[in-house]
């Protein structure tokens, strides 16, 4: 219950920032940078590969590595966190956007002295895209398959804000 308010919490942000936007730029750098490995730090939340503060690393070629760390600590609560990896192959892109195949894990808990979670490993593989939204920004969406270690699979987004340095 709680991930599914993280969630919905995350979309009304994001929804939120792309309104604000009048007009998405296209960034003249991000088109000479194809050649170049670029990093990218944000925030990035799902089922798949966790909740929290990003790393994304995109090497020279079509391959992207994104890391996941979150840890969360309320006022008379039990400890969240979670840890979480992706990787992501490029299918297409341009100056503002590009789409690819995904695919993420990550480890989730939440107890004082032991997880409360039943499922706490998760693995998730499928489709998204990252588009350009001022610069430097930008915002990917993914749809996972996503399975839990107790067995469930669902088909469930995934969201990410990152800024890159080129």
């Known amino acids: 219950m709680k991930l599914q308010s993280l969630m919905v919490v995350c979309l009304f942000i994001v929804a939120t ?3 604000v936007q009048a007009q998405v730029a296209v960034s003249n750098v991000k088109g000479d940078a194809f050649g170049k490995s670029v990093y990218g730090l944000g925030f990035s939340g799902g089922p798949a590969s966790g909740v929290g503060i990003s790393y994304r690393y995109h090497t020279e070629g079509k391959s ?3 890391a996941v760390f979150g840890i969360f600590k309320p006022k ?3 400890t969240f966190y979670s840890f979480g990896a992706e990787y992501q192959l490029d299918l297409t892109r341009s100056n503002s956007a590009r789409f690819f195949f995904g695919a993420a894990s990550s480890y989730y808990y939440n107890g ?4 409360n979670y039943s ?6 593989a499928g489709l998204g895209g990252e588009f350009l939204l ?3 920004v930008h915002f990917t969406f993914q749809g996972l398959f996503t399975y839990f270690s ?3 699979i ?7 804000i990152h800024y890159y340095f080129y």
């Open 64 to 66: 992207s590595l994104q």
């Open 17 to 19: 920032i792309h309104t």
């Open 134 to 136: 001022q610069d430097a």
């Open 112 to 115: 004082a002295g032991g997880n």
């Open 150 to 152: 107790d067995g469930t």
């Open 76 to 78: 008379n609560t039990d």
């Open 119 to 124: 499922a706490p490993f998760r693995f998730g």
């Open 154 to 160: 669902l088909p469930l987004p995934q969201l990410a």
